[in-house]
């Protein structure tokens, strides 16, 4: 089945400097990435994803790349603010035979990112 | 709003107890999970339903079971089987079909074992 690792495990940043988040997932056939914010006591929230048809994406302050060759996707946050400090976790999935929606996701391990003021 | 819904928000068990975890949603989404997560290992799966009727084990089900009588609901049960069920527990929905989307995550159900 599919692996994800996901580093780093914490992350300290100051406010304004840039934050990265680097996972490899093994399965080849993967082809959906996720990235996932979750904060203390609550369920994780979609912030990004990026499928493999595309490089890079970007939403405001935040962006994701995407390697199919080497097997991992990042997750880039620019201009970091204390509201930032979560924790971040990355996932794959791939689409199933047939075109029907496999769906399963597979996460990484969290990224526990703290922004200081 | 549209959304879903796990509750309770913190249950407590004793030993040999079974507790079952409620999980309902209103996104009209075929497919829903049942993840638990502990402390630096992420969030392991533990089962999963694409449709009424039918679900699959994940990778830790040994000690759980659930239901999915209705789109709507995908109840998950704690038996006292599984040795070690501290956690928190989160379920997720998403849409399927021929693309993959992303989950949306309930609250959370903390679940201490007293």
């Known amino acids: 089945g599919e692996n994800v690792e996901q580093h780093p495990s914490t992350l300290s940043v100051q406010e304004g400097d840039s934050a990265v988040i680097k996972c490899t997932y093994s399965?080849?056939?993967?082809?959906?990435f996720p990235w996932y914010k979750q904060e203390l006591g609550k369920g994780p929230q979609l912030i990004i994803d990026i499928r493999s048809n595309v490089g890079e994406k970007k939403d405001q302050r935040i962006a994701v790349t995407l390697n199919k060759t080497a097997k991992h996707f990042s997750l880039h946050i620019t201009e970091t603010q204390p509201e930032d400090s979560a924790v971040y976790f990355c996932?794959?999935?791939?689409?199933?035979?047939?075109?029907?929606?496999?769906?399963?996701?597979?996460f990484g391990q969290g990224t526990i990112l703290t922004v200081h003021p | 709003d549209g959304g879903i819904t796990q509750s309770p928000k913190y249950l407590f068990r004793k030993e040999g107890q079974n507790v079952t975890l409620s999980c309902e949603q209103n996104?009209?989404?075929?497919?829903m999970y049942w993840y638990r997560q502990d402390p630096g290992q992420g969030l392991r799966l533990i089962y999963y339903?694409?449709?009424?009727?039918?679900?699959q084990k994940g990778d830790i089900a040994e000690g759980y079971s659930v239901s999915r009588e209705k789109k709507e609901s995908f109840p998950l049960t704690v038996t006292s089987a599984q040795k070690n069920p501290t956690a928190f527990y989160l379920c997720?929905?998403?849409?399927?079909?021929?693309?993959?989307?992303?989950?949306?995550f309930g609250s959370g159900t903390r679940l201490t074992v007293v």
């Open positions: 399965d080849s056939a993967s082809n959906y």
């Open positions: 996104l009209n989404h075929d497919a």
């Open positions: 997720a929905s998403s849409k399927s079909g021929t693309a993959n989307y992303g989950y949306t």
């Open positions: 996932a794959a999935s791939m689409q199933g035979a047939g075109g029907t929606s496999y769906g399963k996701l597979t």
């Open positions: 339903s694409q449709i009424v009727n039918d679900f």
